[in-house]
C-alpha cells in the first residue's frame, strides 16, 4: 500500500524539548512540584493571614504618622494646641478605620467573624470618640474631654484586635486603640 504509512514502522523525531537528564531532570521535577503546590494552597484564595498583614501594614502606618505630629503639652488644656493636634490626628483616625473597613474580610470560623464584627463596632465608636474629643477640645470644654479620654482608654479595641490576630491595631498608643 503505497501512500500509507505504516505507524509501527515510522521514525518518530526525538523529543529534545522535553528530555531533561540528570540534575536537570530533578531541578525541573522539583520546581514543578513547587508549582503545583503553591497553585493547590494558594488557589483559596485571600485568608485570615492576608488580612491580618494589610490590617497591621495599615495600623502600622498610620502610627508613623501620627507620631510625626507634635502633641501639646502633657497635660494639654483644652482649646488651642489640643484642638490643633486633634484637627490633625482625627483625619488620620478616620483614614485608618476607612481603610481597614474596605479590607476584604477573609472567610473564617464564626468566632473570628463575631470578634472581626466587633472590632469594626469598637473602631466606629472610636473615631466617633476622637470626633468628639475635637469638639470638646475646640469648644474648651474640660469636662467633655476628660470623660471622653477615659472612654477610649476603656475601649475593648486593643483586646478585640490582639483576639483577632493583629499585632499593630492592638498595640496601646495606636490610633484604633486610642492614646488620649
Known sequence: MQGRLDPASAVRPPLV?????????????????????????????YTKSDFVARADAI???????????TPPAS???????????????????????????ALKRPSGNSRDSATLTAYYAALAQIVA???????????SDTQTVTDVEATLRASPIADLAA??????????????????
Do not use: H, K, W
Request: positive net charge.
Open 17 to 45: 524539548c522535553c528530555v531533561v537528564s540528570g540534575a536537570r531532570q530533578a531541578r525541573f521535577y522539583g520546581q514543578l512540584a513547587l508549582a503545583v503546590m503553591v497553585a493547590g494552597c494558594g488557589g483559596s484564595g
Open 75 to 101: 497635660t494639654p488644656q483644652p482649646g488651642g494646641a489640643l484642638a490643633a493636634y486633634l484637627g490633625q490626628l482625627v483625619p488620620l483616625v478616620q483614614s485608618e478605620a476607612d481603610q481597614l473597613r
Open 59 to 69: 495600623c502600622t502606618s498610620t502610627l508613623r504618622q501620627a507620631r510625626a505630629l
Open 163 to 180: 483576639s483577632y490576630g493583629l499585632q499593630s491595631c492592638a498595640t496601646p498608643g495606636s490610633t484604633s486603640v486610642g492614646s488620649a
Open 129 to 139: 470618640n476622637y470626633r468628639q474629643l475635637e469638639a470638646a477640645a475646640r469648644r
